[in-house]
């Protein structure tokens, strides 16, 4: 089941009604956005909705042509005749490639012109292969990393966005079903309201307040466990974690522009940490800003920081520990 993302699910049931009537394979997909928010799901849905196999490949293994060949033997073969025209309806596999930036470029060479031709160049004279149709979906967070030639292989493109709370509500109902979890509706948006949209975030807060429930005994996930259960893991109300709030405070207290470096020395996280898991969500929410000259905490993440009791004179709720000192 594929919660939200109504737009894209329509294009892609389009491609594949589409594809089934002219006994073809649909086109080639790119999948991008932030990790977690259904691309491979979605991916696997394709498969079971086209009957096809399904193939996951990490990106590193295309690095030769051997590699190449081994994918192509494992396409399935069935609806053709020896030399490769379409007799009887065929089964177009779906190959799976997370992280797709991440191909060696001669991978996404080699890939990119087969995906194209459905055909191999063995590099011989005369020595030119058909393959047989399949359907290459990538899933990237980084599309801007790849080659162009590469690039423009994928005839559809999708960016899937983080989830409403609605849509979130629904992910978490879903999947505690899916879990057998008993829960209440209040800790279901609970869950939600922290899950920044993304169904795998979601999904580990509900196994961790699982966990919760039956460490203690309960016969089901309440607000109040759910509400324990964040309080253990340093979550606040809004789901932002310990670092996240130590980076804010810390522009809070430096009331000035600060460089990734100074915030590196200041919050002692590294540079990774601040720049692929923190600030992204900081700036999503509209409390901290990037510029030339550095980072600035907005006038709506300084409220934040003093309504929730974490900085200035606010009388917040419970404080959580951010383990910082000012330099």
């Given at each position: ?41 979605t991916a696997k849905e394709v498969a079971k909705q086209l009957g096809t196999d399904f193939i996951s490949l990490i990106p590193e293994a295309l690095k030769d042509q051997r590699a190449i060949l081994d994918l192509l033997d494992s396409l399935n073969f069935v609806g053709y005749d020896d030399l490769g025209n379409r007799i009887a309806p065929i089964q177009p596999t779906v190959v799976f490639i997370d992280e797709c ?227």
């Amino acid at each position: 089941m594929i919660i939200g993302n109504t737009n894209i699910k329509e294009q892609i049931k389009v491609a594949l009604e589409s594809a089934r009537k002219r006994n073809m394979a649909p086109p080639h997909m790119l999948m991008s956005g932030h990790p977690g928010c259904g691309k491979t799901s979605t991916a696997k849905e394709v498969a079971k909705q086209l009957g096809t196999d399904f193939i996951s490949l990490i990106p590193e293994a295309l690095k030769d042509q051997r590699a190449i060949l081994d994918l192509l033997d494992s396409l399935n073969f069935v609806g053709y005749d020896d030399l490769g025209n379409r007799i009887a309806p065929i089964q177009p596999t779906v190959v799976f490639i997370d992280e797709c930036h991440r191909i060696p470029m001669y991978g996404q060479e080699k890939l990119g012109i087969i995906m194209e031709n459905f055909t191999m160049d063995t590099g011989k004279v005369g020595k030119v292969y058909w393959v047989p149709y399949f359907t290459v979906i990538g899933a990237t967070t980084l599309a801007g990393s790849m080659s162009k030639p590469f690039l423009d292989r994928f005839k559809l493109n999708f960016f899937f966005e983080s989830y409403n709370i609605e849509d979130s509500v629904n992910i978490v109902k879903y999947h505690a079903k899916r879990l057998q979890v008993p829960i209440t509706n209040k800790a279901v948006v609970d869950i939600a309201a922290r899950g920044r949209g993304i169904p795998r975030i979601m999904v580990k807060y509900l196994e961790r307040c699982r966990d919760m429930m039956l460490s203690i005994g309960s016969a089901m996930v309440t607000s109040q466990l759910s509400n324990t259960t964040f309080e253990s893991l340093e979550i606040d109300r809004r789901g932002f974690n310990k670092v996240e709030l130590k980076v804010l405070k810390a522009l809070y207290d430096y009331d000035k522009p600060l460089s990734l470096e100074n915030l590196v020395m200041m919050t002692g996280e590294s540079k990774q940490t601040i720049q692929s898991e923190i600030e992204a969500h900081l700036i999503k929410n509209g409390f901290m800003v990037r510029s030339g000259k550095g980072r600035t905490i907005t006038p709506q993440g300084r409220m934040y920081l003093e309504e929730e009791g974490y900085a200035g004179n606010g009388m917040g709720r419970k404080t959580i520990p951010l383990n910082y000192t000012r330099t």
